[in-house]
């Protein structure tokens, strides 16, 4: 027969409430008798049951990783990798599991976030990927489920949020062209329904109003973070201004498709157009040129994600927003 806690129980010399609190952590166990109660369930080999104890505890310890459209959008997850692998280590650490739950906005439309997420007993959840006109983002708001947002700055008393701050990324790119004497500096932005995409684009006219340059709209072309946006808005943004000298783009991605492009078109990076992308995925060391790039702590916002769920789960703290620093990777293609 298998061990139960009552076995732990009579053998310790505790009772089952005793036995229960020790392996929970529990204050009011003292050291002695939790190590007492630990070594008699390893002497046992007794293990917990994980089903029994979300029943009565009515905590699962299961934290949901909701990514919208994960399904038709495979270039982003060159950075959703590292954010997942951040999220799932630091959940280990506080002995919780991570499930993949994947979302579109018809969905949204369909099925409410809060029953979305308590049909699948989550304790907590981490949102990705979300557009700014997607029905969820105003239903995490206002869900009293713990929620982060991750590049999705929501905050309320149950949500908070971790992101690059995307507007100081944006200025140090446009800074690092500046310095290299660059004044006609195109930007490939994403699509205009992402927040990281209004803070760049912000960041990119700060830096150039900074130089006592206007801010040119025929500079500015906005694509979706994919290789062939790259490709097809290097050839609109050229078309509209030959005379540019650099391009930033707003992924790493679009910035390989466009230096793809611009390869095509006879351009030679960087002796003709200099080039910087954004996110610094590990595909942009590869490409020839190296692609300069601003980096983004992926891993990192994982972590930082967790840890504010965790906060808001375990220790009842307010959700907060949490901006993490970037920096430049200086490569050849400057």
Known sequence: MPVTIKDVARVAGVSITTVSHAFNGHDDVSADTRDRVLQVAKELNYRPSHVARSLVLQQTHNVGLLVSDFNTNPGGHHFLFDVMAGVHDQLAEFGYDMTLLSTTTAMQRLVSYIDFCTERRMEGVIVMGMRMNDPYMREVADAKLPSVGIDLPILS??????????????????????????????FINGHAEAVVSVDRLHGYQTALREAGLKVDPDLVVHSNFLVQGGEEATTVLLTKAPDVTAIFYASDLMAIGGMRRLLRMGKRVPHDVAVVGYDNIDLGEWVVPALTTVAQRRYDMGKASVDMLMGMLRRQERPRACLLTSEMVVRQST
């Not at 149950?158 to 195109?186: E, F, P, S, W």
């Open 157 to 186: 008393p149950h949500c908070g949020y971790v992101m690059t701050d995307n507007i100081q990324g944006a200025m140090h790119a446009v800074r690092h062209l500046l310095a290299k004497g660059h004044q006609r500096i195109g």
